[in-house]
């Protein structure tokens, strides 16, 4: 193994890069997720879609997804070696991952149909149900089968993805990997604005709800393999390996990057088997799959812009620090990474619990999508709001232990979350409906990052845990009466403006998460912690210039 390779952008450098893109790309996502719920609102076209794409979508975030096993096991490996040692290792590994998923693309297009009976059992419902109904849940179905057989190639790209995103990441490209995915929104958008002009306001009738689907599905594909193209073009120029067919499996790199990517898949892949775990339930609600694709996405927008912030910088500098003899400044790092998910993911968490409604009304309230289909999400809203760090932290440390070359221990502990998340949908979903599900992620959340703190405090010689939920504890503490001053500050907005518009709205929402937000910043900075102090002495600078 050659020396370790020095990175050549500072951390708050890479993490300015990531954040840019990111957020580009995240825009261009709710964009993309509003367009999707002006046309079809919570109808047959926007659920087939929820069901169709869980396992091309599963396949994506899990393999080409930034921050995936594929990303974290291939960072890990190769930030550690030369460049001109990295083309063998990305080759073979390109090579063994293709045919794997080439097989996977059969399958799902051979298997659509049983594969949809089995991830949304509900949609086959004929007792209990009206004709009007049972017609809309056959129609859901056929439009998922279609959809399902459309979009099986994203299987093959995700890998290839996830390859491209972690070799240009460990050779300190960054901003091409983060802002990659805005690709698949523009296609996707491009396809409804087309179909929206050739239909005008018939694209909400069940009559083009097929159609509708079909253009889905083929603008997610179309965007996946854009890009793919983008990123590949930019490895092939950096030296960073091709596709050309490798078989070394006796190279050091790449007997390492199996060794962590097998386990890491598994486990990445048993937190999203709780997702299609989520859809099963939901499939026996009306409307419950759109509406947990449409909340879903207003948590992820900023979870995952600051996620990449965090993750993405970090992982390089776990991988370095892995030897026993580095790992007091481990320790600190570990600590960075959490307090900075504590000062994000909170005071966001509190303000996505406090201004459900308007967030919501903001973003989608418009075309199909009514009052009716605005208090559905937002109560599904409240509920993923309240486990925002909980999501985040668990990442954190799972992409230690991938640093340390353990698998083995998020997978154990994943594989326990499987049957407490299926426990708990099965318990939560009759009495509490949709929120119920988004309860019993976050409380699975919670328990996997307790368990990996436990198991870390053991494997690297102890942490100041009791510290560390000091310090923590006070900034939730802090977010709970921000999301009350932001509630209150809505709350009398609306009672002076009582008939509102767009415009009010949006003033409303960011009055509220500003004020909301002063007050959490104003209470941090009394906590004297390193990392707040970081972050206020650069705002000042920036504000300087």
Avoid: C
């Amino acid at each position: 193994m050659s020396g370790i390779k020095k990175p050549s952008r500072t951390l708050v450098n890479i993490a300015g890069i990531v954040a840019v893109a990111t957020l580009i790309s995240k825009i261009f996502g709710l964009v993309r997720q509003q367009a999707i719920a002006a046309a079809f609102g919570v109808g047959a076209a926007a659920n087939a879609y929820s069901y169709a794409y869980i396992l091309p979508g599963f396949l994506l975030v899990l393999l080409g997804g930034i921050n995936g096993p594929f990303h974290s096991a291939l960072v890990s490996v190769l930030a550690k070696r030369e460049k001109e040692e990295t083309a063998p290792i990305v080759e073979t590994i390109t090579t063994f991952v293709s045919g794997i998923l080439l097989l996977v693309t059969i399958a799902l297009i051979i298997f659509a149909e049983p594969l949809v009976n089995l991830v949304a059992p509900g949609l086959n419902q004929t007792q209990g149900v009206t004709v009007a109904q049972a017609q809309t849940l056959a129609l859901t179905k056929a439009i998922a089968i279609q959809q399902l057989q459309i979009m099986a190639p994203m299987a093959l790209f995700a890998g290839l993805i996830g390859i491209g995103f972690a070799t240009l990441n460990a050779a300190d490209q960054y901003w091409l990997p983060s802002i990659s995915p805005l690709f698949s929104s523009i296609t996707v958008i491009g396809g409804l604005a087309g179909l929206a002009i050739a239909l005008g306001g018939k694209i909400t009738t069940n009559e083009y709800a097929m159609l509708g689907g079909q253009v889905l599905a083929i603008g997610t594909l179309a965007g996946a393999i854009l890009q793919w193209l983008v990123q590949v073009i930019a490895q092939w120029r950096s030296g960073l390996g091709t596709l050309r067919l490798r078989f070394d499996f006796h190279n050091s790199g790449v007997k390492e990057v199996l060794r962590i990517m097998a386990p890491a898949t598994f486990s990445s892949g048993m937190l999203h088997i709780n997702v299609y775990t989520d859809l099963f339930f939901a499939s026996f609600i009306p409307k419950a799959a759109a509406s947990l694709s449409y909340a879903g996405l207003l948590v992820q927008t900023p979870l995952g812009i600051i996620s990449n912030v965090l993750l993405v910088p970090f992982l390089p500098i776990f991988s370095r620090l892995a030897d026993p003899k580095d790992w007091p400044e481990l320790k600190q790092r570990i600590r960075q990474a959490l307090i900075l998910t504590a000062l994000t993911m909170l005071p966001l968490g509190a303000i996505m619990v406090s201004l459900a409604m308007p967030i919501v009304q903001v973003v989608y309230q418009r075309g199909a999508f009514d009052k009716q289909a605005s208090q559905l999400v937002a109560s599904l809203l409240v509920v993923y709001g309240m486990g925002m760090f909980f999501y985040l932290g668990r990442d954190v440390l799972v992409r230690v232990f991938y640093a340390l070359g353990d698998g083995d221990t998020p997978f154990r502990i994943s594989i326990f979350n499987i049957f407490l998340n299926a426990l708990l949908d099965f318990i939560f979903f009759k009495p509490l409906g949709a929120p119920g599900l988004v309860l019993a992620t976050m409380t699975v959340n919670m328990t996997s990052m307790i368990f990996l703190t436990w198991r870390l405090h053991q494997k690297i010689n102890g942490l100041p845990m009791k510290t560390w939920a000091i310090k923590i504890g006070a900034l939730g503490g802090a977010s709970v009466f921000t999301g009350v001053v932001s509630w209150t500050v809505s709350w009398g907005f609306q009672r002076v403006i009582p008939n509102q518009n767009l415009l009010t709205q949006l003033i409303e929402l960011t009055i509220a998460s500003l004020v909301g937000l002063a007050f959490f910043a104003f209470f941090a900075t009394k906590l004297k912690l390193p990392e707040v102090d970081i972050l206020v002495s650069r705002i000042k600078q920036k504000l300087g210039r």
